[in-house]
């Protein structure tokens, strides 16, 4: 079974710039996350789909990220304009259902250095 | 979950030591607790999780304990191996059912 797939592995860009990263789910999983994962923490959510609804964007700094899911598939998560601070993995992750005790796949994620 | 503490942040055991890393939460609300492996440049992947049913789940080396009155988790790895070097993560899942992680734990398994 292939896991989740992102891209790209690694991106460098410069402050005030724009990127996007992508993201392929597993087969058949209707729930989809994109966490951030800063240097030396754990991942903190920052949106979940629920096929291409959104369940809790919550953490999301909606002032600069985005993100989408259209057709309840791959998802796209931007960041304009970019800061320092958003240096850091993203990591998409996947799960079968919503709900407790669901079981999550990480992709290998991205990271993103702002310089 | 709300908040998770994990502790000790770095941990170095000989091999074939055991090794014990915890956790505590504050959601009264949380009922299930993964615990992930990082390797270096790869996502966190499920190692062994626990539903709050349960007090004990054992996998192999690896087993995880459950003390819900005193809100705390632990992951215990036995005849650690050196591929056991990772960071790994607790994690717990409250009402909101969103999954809060730890911060993480370096274990590093010396030869």
């Known amino acids: 079974e292939a896991g989740v797939a992102q891209s790209p592995r690694y991106k460098i860009i410069e402050k005030r710039q724009s990127v996007a990263f992508w993201c392929n789910p597993i087969s058949g999983h209707a729930t989809l996350y994109w966490y951030q994962q800063i240097l030396g923490q754990g991942p903190k959510l920052l949106i979940q789909?629920?096929?291409?609804?959104?369940?809790?964007d919550s953490q999301l700094p909606k002032d600069r990220f985005s993100a989408e899911r259209l057709k309840g598939v791959d998802s796209t998560l931007k960041i304009q304009p970019a800061k320092l601070e958003d240096s850091a993995v993203y990591l998409c992750?996947?799960?079968?259902?919503?709900?407790?005790?669901?079981?999550?796949?990480f992709g290998s994620g991205t990271q993103l250095s702002v310089l | 979950g709300e908040n998770v503490e994990q502790h000790p942040s770095t941990l170095s055991v000989q091999e074939g030591d055991s090794a014990v890393i915890k956790c505590t939460y504050s959601d009264s609300a949380s009922n299930y607790f993964p615990w992930y492996k990082q390797e270096l440049g790869k996502g966190p992947q499920l190692i062994i999780d626990?539903?709050?049913?349960?007090g004990e789940k054992k996998d192999q080396r690896i087993a995880v304990t459950l003390n819900k009155t005193a809100k705390h988790f632990s992951l215990h790895i036995t005849e650690t191996q050196p591929e056991d070097s990772a960071v790994y993560f607790c994690?717990?899942?409250?009402?909101?059912?969103?999954?809060?992680f730890g911060k993480g734990t370096k274990l590093t398994v010396n030869p």
């Open positions: 626990i539903r709050s049913n349960v």
């Open positions: 789909f629920q096929n291409n609804g959104v369940v809790d």
């Open positions: 992750a996947s799960s079968l259902a919503r709900g407790s005790n669901e079981k999550l796949f």
């Open positions: 994690a717990d899942q409250g009402g909101s059912e969103k999954l809060v």
